[in-house]
T-cell receptor, first 115, second 117 residues
Framework: DAGVTQSPTHLIKTRGQQVTLRCSPKSGHDTVSWYQQALGQGPQFIFQ???????QRGNFPDRFSGHQFPNYSSELNVNALLLGDSALYLC??????????????FGPGTRLLVL | AQKVTQAQTEISVVEKEDVTLDCVYETRDTTYYLFWYKQPPSGELVFLIRRNSFDEQNEISGRYSWNFQKSTSSFNFTITASQVVDSAVYFCALSGYSGGGADGLTFGKGTHLIIQP
């Protein structure tokens, strides 16, 4: 049973550029959540996608946008990159419907460095 | 707003000692979930346990145990007879429940646990 996968593993961009990160959820999961983890900090919730729509959003600017596809995979897009966007970006998947299925399982992350 | 506080930034113990990681949370939700995750140096968050707000039963899993007390808004994690492989950053997290599903997680800042041989 494949877990959550993310690509790429590492990425280097320059200020002002745009980046797209990808996530495939665990088999049987229909919900994808994205988190940003700065060095030495806990992950911060960016947004959650369910049924191809943004279900909930954290305190992040509109430069952060996302998409969920019919196969439940998801993309995180960040426009006009800032140095402060350098972080580990984590994707988590879960299944709506209550119970332990709603536990979020995390992928290995994409480490983004903005120069 | 939700908040999770892990007051212990770093704990260092010698192997085989018992260690408790503290977690205090704040929420106005009546239904919520509490979690512990482990983050080894590789970076991937590993799920350890989930607790529902209406289930205050303590849980033991091998050398791990969790103490959930709603009266003090705490969800502490104890490792008995610690081992070097337990060295990692441990995060406590909280989520509400809205619109028919669990919300995004609010994490604490983490406790870096160092087990010395």
């Amino acid at each position: 049973d494949a877990g959550v996968t993310q690509s790429p593993t590492h990425l280097i961009k320059t200020r002002g550029q745009q980046v797209t990160l990808r996530c495939s959820p665990k088999s049987g999961h229909d919900t994808v959540s994205w988190y940003q983890q700065a060095l030495g900090q806990g992950p911060q919730f960016i947004f959650q996608y369910y049924e191809e729509e943004e279900r909930q959003r954290g305190n992040f600017p509109d430069r952060f946008s996302g998409h969920q596809f019919p196969n439940y995979s998801s993309e995180l897009n960040v426009n006009a990159l800032l140095l402060g966007d350098s972080a580990l970006y984590l994707c988590a998947s879960s299944q709506q419907g209550g119970g332990h299925q709603e536990t979020q399982y995390f992928g290995p992350g994409t480490r983004l460095l903005v120069l | 707003a939700q908040k999770v506080t892990q007051a212990q930034t770093e704990i260092s113990v010698v192997e085989k000692e018992d260690v408790t990681l503290d977690c205090v949370y704040e929420t106005r939700d009546t239904t919520y979930y509490l979690f512990w995750y482990k983050q080894p140096p590789s970076g991937e968050l590993v799920f350890l346990i989930r607790r529902n707000s209406f289930d205050e039963q303590n849980e033991i899993s091998g050398r791990y145990s969790w103490n959930f007390q709603k009266s003090t808004s705490s969800f502490n994690f104890t490792i008995t007879a610690s081992q070097v492989v337990d060295s990692a950053v441990y995060f406590c997290a909280l989520s509400g429940y809205s619109g028919g599903g669990a919300d995004g997680l609010t994490f604490g800042k983490g406790t870096h646990l160092i087990i010395q041989p």
